[in-house]
C-alpha cells in the first residue's frame, strides 16, 4: 500500500524567507504527484501536480516541487513567502485507482 | 471558475441516526470521490465512483457507508447509523474524464460531521 509522509507538521517563518516542505512516499510503481493547500477557512486546492516530464513543475503562486524518483521525494518550495501563504499545505499520491493518499499535512504559519 | 460544492457545511447528529452529506460535482466530470479527515488526522480515502457504480473502497467504508447519484448534478454519502468516531470533515472531490486528466481531483469545502 502507498503511503506518504511529510517530514514537518508546522513551519513559522518570516516573510520574504524561503519556504521547502518535504515529502516522501512509498510505492514501487509509477505515480502521481500532488500539493494542495488550504487556506483557513476554504478548501482543499491543487497547487501543482506532476504526472511525468520534467521533475522540476511550476504550480500557481509562485510554488515549484521537484520530483527526486531515486528519493522518492517531491518537496515544495517557495523563494519568498507572503503572509498570503498562511496556510496547511498536503502532499499526495495517486497511484492504479486514482485515488490519492495523502501526507498528514504542514501547517505554515508566515509572520508579516 | 467551476467548483464543487457540499451542504451543508456542518452537520451535528445524535448517535445511531442517519446523516445524508450532499455534493455537487463540477459538471462535466464523472469520476466522483470521498474522503474524510478525522480533526489531527490525515485525509483519508473513502469511496470512488463512476458510471453509476462504486469503482474502489477502504476499509473505512464498511455497510454503514453508501454512495449515490439520484439525479444528474447530486453526489451523496449516506451514513445509515452514526457513530462517535464517524465526527470528522468529510470532504467530496470529482475529476474530468473528458481531457484524460482523470487525476486532478477538485474538492469540495467539506462537511464538518458532529456525532453526539
Known amino acids: 500500500a502507498q503511503s506518504v509522509s511529510q517530514h514537518n507538521h508546522h513551519v513559522i517563518l518570516s516573510e520574504a524567507a524561503s519556504l521547502e516542505l518535504g515529502c516522501n512516499y512509498s510505492?514501487?510503481?509509477?505515480?502521481?504527484l500532488f500539493w494542495y493547500v488550504q487556506y483557513p477557512g476554504q478548501h482543499l486546492q491543487l497547487l501543482l501536480k506532476?504526472?511525468?516530464?520534467?521533475?522540476l513543475v511550476k504550480g500557481i503562486k509562485g510554488f515549484e516541487a521537484e520530483f527526486i524518483k531515486s528519493k522518492f521525494s517531491f518537496n515544495l518550495r517557495k523563494p519568498s513567502v507572503q503572509w498570503s501563504d498562511t496556510a496547511e499545505y498536503f502532499c499526495a499520491v495517486s497511484a492504479a485507482g486514482n485515488k490519492l493518499t495523502f501526507g498528514g499535512g504542514t501547517r505554515v504559519l508566515v509572520k508579516p | 471558475e467551476p467548483e464543487v460544492t457540499q451542504t451543508p457545511s456542518h452537520q451535528v447528529t445524535q448517535m445511531g441516526q442517519e446523516v445524508i452529506l450532499r455534493c455537487v460535482p463540477i459538471?462535466?466530470?464523472?469520476?466522483f470521490y470521498w474522503y474524510r479527515q478525522i480533526l489531527g488526522q490525515k485525509v483519508e480515502f473513502l469511496v470512488s465512483?463512476?458510471?453509476?457504480?462504486?469503482?474502489?473502497k477502504s476499509e473505512i467504508f464498511d455497510d454503514q457507508f453508501s454512495v449515490e447519484r439520484p439525479d444528474g448534478s447530486n453526489f451523496t454519502l449516506k451514513i445509515r447509523s452514526t457513530k462517535l468516531e464517524d465526527s470528522a470533515m468529510y470532504f467530496c472531490?470529482?475529476?474530468?474524464?473528458?481531457?484524460?486528466?482523470?487525476?486532478?481531483?477538485?474538492f469540495g469545502p467539506g462537511t464538518r460531521l458532529t456525532v453526539l
Open positions: 472531490a470529482s475529476s474530468d474524464t473528458t481531457s484524460g486528466d482523470t487525476d486532478t481531483q477538485y
Open positions: 465512483f463512476y458510471n453509476n457504480e462504486i469503482s474502489e
Open positions: 510505492y514501487g510503481g509509477t505515480v502521481n
Open positions: 506532476y504526472f511525468s516530464g520534467d521533475p
Open positions: 459538471s462535466n466530470h464523472l469520476y
